[in-house]
C-alpha cells in the first residue's frame, strides 16, 4: 500500500495515486505523470481504479493505458463513455476552468479503447489486489464510485470523504459543478461508514486512521457550505473557506495545497446549481400532472 504524491504542478500534498497490490487507484492529471512513472519504477498494475473521471483523479487515464497496452480500466457506468471518449468531458472542464488554463492544468487526456473499460454499477467484488468491493457513492458527482481493499480494510474513496491537506485537520467537502447532491452525498457517507473501514484513503490527501472522525467532518463541511450557498451569496462562501484555510493551517505551503485541491471560487458553483434544480423538482412536484 503506498501513496504517491504526483505533485500537481510542483505543488506538495494536493494528489495522491494509490498503489494497493496489483492496482492503480486514480492515477491523477496527465501532466503529473513523469512523477507518477518514476515513483512507480518497474511496476505495472493490472488495472487501474477510478473513482469518479474528474482530470484530477483520471486525467492521465488514457496515456497510461496507451503506455501500457494490458492494463483494465475500472470506472463507475456513467463514466465509462467519458473515458472511450473524453471530449465532453474536456468541454465541460473547460467552462469551468477556462480554456486558456486546459493544457498547463490537465494535459493531453486521451480515450481509452472501448474493450479495456469495465463499467461499475456498485456491489461488485473484483478479483484484484486480494479482493475489492465496489459502493456506488454519488453525490461529488453521479458516477463516483469507493473502494474497499478487503485485505487492509482501507477504503479508496476519491473526493466523497473530502479534502484534508496534512498536517492541518481542516476538513473541506469539494462542491464543484455540475453533479452535487447533498442528499445522495450523505447517503454515501453513511454507506461507507456501513464498511466500517479501518482506514480512509483520500486523494486529497493522503492515509485517515480516524475515519468516523473524517466521515462526520466532511459531513459537517457538506451542511455548513450548503446552507452558505443557499443564501445566495458567493463571496459570502468563497470568503468563508478562504478564512478557514488562513486559520487553520500552518503556513503558506500547506494553504497552497488547499487551494489547489479545493479551489474556494469553484464551491458556490456546484451547490447553487444544487439548490436551483432542486427548487425545480419541489416545483414540479406541488404543480403536479398538468
Known amino acids: 500500500m503506498e501513496a504517491i504524491d504526483v505533485h500537481h504542478l510542483g505543488i506538495e500534498r494536493v494528489i495522491c495515486a494509490w498503489k494497493a497490490g496489483d492496482v492503480l487507484v486514480d492515477p491523477g492529471p496527465e501532466p503529473a505523470l513523469p512523477t507518477l512513472l518514476e515513483a512507480l519504477g518497474d511496476w505495472r498494475p493490472r488495472a487501474l481504479l477510478l473513482t469518479h473521471i474528474h482530470l484530477d483523479h483520471a486525467g492521465a487515464t488514457g496515456a497510461l493505458a496507451a503506455r501500457w497496452p494490458d492494463v483494465e480500466v475500472y470506472v463507475h457506468e456513467r463514466g465509462a463513455p467519458h473515458v472511450i471518449d473524453p471530449s465532453k468531458l474536456m468541454g465541460s472542464a473547460g467552462r469551468l476552468y477556462g480554456e486558456d488554463n486546459m493544457k498547463r492544468l490537465w494535459g493531453d487526456v486521451l480515450p481509452v479503447p472501448a474493450e479495456r ?159 436551483r434544480k432542486r427548487a425545480e423538482r419541489e416545483a414540479d412536484a406541488a404543480t403536479g400532472p398538468r
Open 117 to 275: 473499460v469495465h463499467a461499475l454499477t456498485g456491489g461488485e467484488s473484483l478479483p484484484l489486489a486480494g479482493g475489492i468491493r465496489v459502493a456506488y457513492t454519488p453525490g461529488h458527482a453521479s458516477h463516483h464510485v469507493a473502494y474497499l481493499h478487503e485485505e487492509s480494510g482501507r477504503a479508496f474513496v476519491g473526493d466523497v470523504c473530502g479534502v484534508r491537506i496534512p498536517p492541518s485537520r481542516l476538513v473541506i467537502a469539494p462542491t464543484p459543478p455540475p453533479d452535487i447532491d447533498v442528499e445522495a452525498w450523505e447517503a454515501s457517507l453513511d454507506l461507507i461508514a456501513d464498511w466500517r473501514p479501518a482506514s480512509l484513503g483520500l486523494t486529497h490527501f493522503g492515509a485517515v486512521d480516524e475515519p468516523g472522525a473524517q466521515l462526520e467532518a466532511v459531513r459537517a463541511s457538506l451542511r455548513d457550505l450548503a446552507g452558505l450557498a443557499r443564501r445566495g451569496d458567493a463571496d459570502m462562501l468563497e470568503n468563508a473557506v478562504r478564512g478557514a484555510i488562513e486559520r487553520e493551517t500552518d503556513g503558506p505551503a500547506t494553504a497552497q495545497a488547499y487551494e489547489a485541491a479545493v479551489p474556494p471560487s469553484h464551491l458556490h458553483l456546484g451547490l447553487e446549481r444544487y439548490w
